[in-house]
């Protein structure tokens, strides 16, 4: 109360309060009560929307009357608007009180999130809608999805050649379109994945890729790096049969992964780890520190069956120690600065 008591000066003198002294309240700035009405501060003006969050948060910043209070008005109120960015309703269409924000024009589309996403770069009956010449190709969506052809009003992949320039195809597989949608349906779509050159999963089966013969294997990275060189008829995948595939391997001569245990290529002596690159660039010298090959090698108790750094010695020799100064043996198997 003592706080407002100033406001009613003016009334005591004999005068009346004003706009003006409303404007240098706090309840004007945050409320928008920045009209004088009878003695009192109300929002009864474009001015007090103006001045409140909602206006530039929303755009809600003309007075709409006493029973609507603050709302959109004008293009410049629409502009103000998440849905302006988002949908390109930027334009302010009928009587101010009773019209709406809507896609007025190409231009409001075209700088819109759904002109960039989805391909709406043309304006329709207020809304943004795709274009036989404009957005689909454009659009994240096509870049993604293959979704780069426009169809019926819609963006959706018409044709195979959609799908294979997308990132699903390369990804996922999904290279073939059906009904607008890009699909995972052929051998030749397994073929165009990067899982198919990692770990041999290059044939359509049973609605995914999966692995069929010892040649697709033998021909993966994955079998160069992990040794995983055979086929599993049980489970499609490839996998070491044998120890020679694990001898063989990148992580047998980096990380000491060179036996063979369940199907799995994984260090099981301290002689593989000491002799690993692991130990001279690391310290994981010792084995059954936490490895650093994730499911890869297997894990025993809840505990991962690797090379680690389990004492200070395992680091003191390592590169990690003489140029980094990681000479002390971490809980978690690494070399670290310590204390």
């Known amino acids: 109360m003592l706080r407002q008591s100033w406001l009613l000066f003016p009334l005591l003198l004999g005068g009346c309060l004003t706009d003006n002294d409303c404007r240098k309240t706090p309840q004007c700035q945050v409320q928008g009560h920045c009209t004088a009405v009878t003695g009192s501060c109300v929002l009864a003006s474009s001015y007090g929307c103006e001045r409140r969050p909602e206006c530039r948060l929303r755009g809600w910043c003309s007075y709409l009357g006493k029973e609507r209070g603050c709302g959109y008005g004008t293009s410049a109120d629409c502009?103000?608007?998440?849905?302006?960015?988002?949908?390109?309703?930027?334009?302010?269409?009928?009587?101010?009180?009773?019209?709406?924000?809507?896609?007025g024009s190409a231009e409001d589309c075209q700088n819109s999130r759904w002109c960039k996403v989805e391909g709406r770069c043309r304006s329709a009956n207020g809304i943004c809608v795709p274009g036989p010449t404009l957005g689909c190709r454009s659009s994240e969506r096509c870049l993604l999805l293959g979704l780069c052809s426009f169809e019926q009003g819609k963006c959706v992949a018409s044709f195979s050649t959609d799908c294979e320039r997308a990132r699903c195809c390369k990804r996922l597989g999904n290279c073939t379109a059906r009904k607008g949608h890009c699909v995972l349906a052929r051998d030749e779509d397994c073929a165009r994945t990067a899982r198919c050159k990692a770990d041999g999963l290059c044939s359509f089966r049973d609605g995914r890729c999966r692995a069929v013969d010892d040649r697709k294997c033998r021909?993966?990275?994955?079998?160069?790096?992990?040794?995983?060189?055979?086929?599993?008829?049980?489970?499609?995948?490839?996998?070491?049969?044998?120890?020679?595939?694990?001898?063989?391997?990148v992580h047998c001569r980096t990380r000491g992964a060179c036996s063979f245990h369940n199907y799995l290529c994984m260090?099981?002596?301290?002689?593989?780890?000491?002799?690993?690159?692991?130990?001279?660039?690391?310290?994981?010298?010792?084995?059954?520190?936490?490895s650093t090959l994730s499911n890869d090698i297997g894990q025993v108790n809840g505990r991962w069956e690797g090379c680690g750094a389990n004492v200070d010695e395992d680091c003191r020799l390592s590169i990690a120690c003489l140029d980094h100064g990681r000479c002390t043996a971490m809980p978690d198997g690494s070399c670290g600065k310590g204390k």
Do not use: F
Not at 231 to 242: A, E, I, M, V
């Open 79 to 103: 502009k103000r608007s998440p849905r302006c960015m988002e949908r390109g309703k930027c334009t302010y269409l009928g009587v101010i009180g009773s019209g709406k924000c809507a896609a």
């Open 219 to 249: 021909a993966s990275t994955g079998c160069k790096e992990k040794g995983y060189c055979s086929l599993s008829r049980l489970t499609g995948r490839c996998h070491p049969t044998k120890v020679e595939h694990c001898q063989e391997s």
């Open 267 to 290: 260090p099981r002596t301290t002689v593989a780890c000491r002799e690993s690159e692991d130990c001279i660039n690391e310290g994981r010298c010792t084995l059954g520190g936490w």
